[in-house]
């Protein structure tokens, strides 16, 4: 099993920024890959940033509306990634919750609350 903690989230003004972070924890050994989804009340859970990595290197995916606006990186080392969050928006508003993938299974963290004041 794999455990996931996010952390970072809370309450910022639109245009202000926050960083996510989502550790891994247990049986973390062959994870593929990380990364975050996002679900506002009343809506369906969208994807927002993902990292998959491999011999061959990183590969990292982002939904429209996290483009140009929405970083991820990840800490191999410490089996973290990171969600970098800037010119934040009030339809950014959500829940957060990082996801692993691993053997084909995905695991899910509990979340962590962002929420965007105009």
């Known amino acids: 099993q794999v455990q996931l903690v996010e952390s970072g989230g809370g309450l910022v003004q639109a245009g202000g920024s926050l960083r996510l972070s989502c550790a891994a924890s247990?049986?973390?050994?062959?994870?593929?890959?990380m990364g975050w989804f996002r679900q506002a009340p009343g809506k369906e859970r969208e994807f927002v940033a993902g990292i998959s990595w491999s011999w061959s290197g990183n590969n990292i995916r982002y939904a429209d509306p996290a483009k140009g606006r929405f970083t991820i990186s990840r800490d191999s080392a410490k089996n973290a990634v990171f969600l970098q969050m800037n010119s934040l928006k009030p339809d950014d508003t959500a829940d957060y919750s990082c996801?692993?993938?691993?053997?084909?299974?995905?695991?899910w963290g509990q979340g962590t609350q962002v929420t965007v004041s105009s």
């Open positions: 247990g049986r973390t050994g062959s994870l593929y890959g």
């Open positions: 996801y692993a993938d691993q053997f084909g299974n995905r695991y």
